[in-house]
């Protein structure tokens, strides 16, 4: 939305507030007037009656407007939620059974990822009677709901946001070639994997959501976003990689300069995120889901930022980036600087003194070639009478 119309539309609900604020003030004075009012001593009439329901319905819209005025909520597609309390109005007029777990952000969009190859069945029954036994719709709010507790997805490495990993690297992938070595890695598991994972949500986003047509479209714009996020992000992870290489870091180095951009990323996420941590409630599953869609929608504010940015200049990655290299500057060594001016400096005299040997040796070499030359047949001559005169 361009400046013009939105402050267009800004100026048109401040009016529609001030006419249903002066509404409502006109309401209270009439009912102060009449004696009849909330709370009075005088029984309201039928007519009253009608005036205190219109007038408590005025107030609902006031505080409505003003949510719209004051901004704060999230936006997913062309659908607006202002406060956690329109997502669960919401939730109860719209959304089926609480299936919260077809809404994806990017963490949990990477969850439905088969990265560790075979699982085994009996690990897959556990994980089916546990979803039962603790009230889960379907397996989807499981992972959703697991995905919550963690900063990192499960292909980067699980790490708690009570026990986070210290180092600077990503858990799961401490080695670059771990994530892309030109032909396998992670990196290309995803991609290969991409397609099979929008499939699978995409077709039961179709199959539960089908006769909910504001649900699906919100959960099927949740999964692009997150697909697009997803792929961004791993274009940035090798291409960040390789700008350090080819500024002359070493593998490590480069990697970890790398590794600490992704891990700013991930924990800005998570902190939007965090809200729905172990709020998972069976016996009010109306407020478990909107929470688990109100941090999931923050969640893609701060992705559509990133890729707004296209992550470079997002404001985090240099801010990160500075402090990594401060917290790794070395001071130079004065003792070591001169050393190395005095290896220089002996460096130097051992190139003049070869200079200088190379010159008296091309000029040796070119004595010594003279005097190997054959004479020529008047010195030829001048050397044979010489030896007559002498043996005379």
């Known amino acids: ?86 997502v669960e109005s919401w939730v109860k007029t719209d959304l089926p059974n609480q299936c919260y777990g077809l809404f994806v952000d990017a963490v949990s969009l990477l969850d439905f990822f088969s990265c560790i190859g075979h699982v085994d069945a009996d690990k897959t029954f556990a994980a089916f009677h546990s979803q039962q036994k603790t009230g889960f719709t379907l397996m989807y709010e499981a992972r959703v709901a697991a995905s919550i507790q963690n900063v990192f997805p499960m292909v980067f490495g699980r790490t708690s946001s009570s026990g986070m990993d210290d180092s600077e690297y990503i858990p799961a992938i401490q080695d670059p070639m771990k994530w892309d070595n030109g032909v396998t890695g992670i990196k290309h598991q995803i991609t290969r994997g991409m397609s099979d994972v929008e499939y699978q949500l995409e077709s039961a986003i179709d199959m539960v959501l089908g006769p909910y047509g504001e649900a699906r479209q919100i959960a099927k714009e949740c999964l692009f976003k997150s697909k697009r996020f997803v792929t961004d992000l791993c274009h940035f992870i090798s291409n960040d990689y390789q700008k350090w290489k080819l500024r002359g870091h070493g593998q490590k180095d480069a990697w970890q300069m790398t590794a600490v951009s992704v891990r700013r990323i991930f924990e800005e996420i998570h902190s939007e995120r965090v809200i729905a941590r172990d709020i998972y409630d069976y016996k009010d599953l109306t407020f478990s889901t909107s929470k688990f869609l109100w941090a999931t929608w923050k969640a893609h504010q701060v992705m559509d930022r990133y890729i707004k940015h296209q992550f470079y200049e997002h404001p985090s990655i240099p801010a990160v980036l500075a402090h990594h290299l401060a917290d790794n500057y070395v001071k130079p060594d004065d003792a070591l600087a001169n050393k190395v001016h005095s290896a220089d400096k002996a460096h130097q005299a051992l190139v003049s003194r070869v200079d200088t040997l190379t010159t008296r040796l091309n000029a040796l070499a070119s004595v010594k070639e003279k005097d190997e030359k054959p004479p020529t047949p008047k010195q030829q001559s001048k050397n044979d009478k010489a030896r007559v005169t002498f043996a005379s």
């Not at 006109?26 to 009849?36: A, F, P, Q, T, V």
């Not at 006031?62 to 004051?70: G, I, M, S």
Request: hydrophobic share 40%.
């Open 1 to 86: 939305m361009s400046f013009f119309k939105y402050r267009t539309t800004l100026i048109a609900l401040q009016n529609q507030v001030q006419h249903l604020a002066a509404t409502v003030d006109s309401l209270k004075s009439s009912l102060w007037d009449s004696g009849h009012f909330p709370g009075g001593a005088n029984a309201p009439d039928s007519g009253t009656h009608i005036s205190l329901v219109s007038l408590q319905e005025l107030q609902a819209q006031l505080k409505a407007l003003q949510h719209q005025v004051a901004g704060g909520g999230v936006r997913i597609g062309t659908k607006i939620f202002q406060s956690f309390d329109v």
